[in-house]
């Protein structure tokens, strides 16, 4: 049984959409794997966007959530506080 780790941002549902848009395919392809997701968000979204039950969720934060004023900078000050 193939097994994949997920680690997703949990800043809003976003980043979980774009990942599960590829866990569902994967999982209509090999049905029998076996889904390792990492992330803050409730086990309920990730549930009830996923189509396989074959799943754990680990539910510690991945990031540590960086302030950017833009996608390409990092205010290093604010993010420190």
Do not use: W
């Not at 097994?3 to 979980?16: E, K, T």
């Not at 039950?53 to 000050?77: M, R, S, T």
């Amino acid at each position: 049984m193939p097994n994949i780790f997920l680690g997703v941002s949990g800043h809003g549902y976003g980043h979980l959409s774009q990942i599960i848009s590829v866990a569902n395919k994967i999982a209509n392809y090999i049905p029998e794997t076996k889904f390792v997701i990492q992330c803050d968000l409730p086990t309920q979204v990730i549930s009830e966007r996923l189509n396989s039950e074959n799943f754990v969720h680990l539910p510690e934060k991945l990031d540590v959530g960086l302030i950017q004023p833009n996608p390409l900078e990092v205010d290093v000050e604010s993010s420190l506080n």
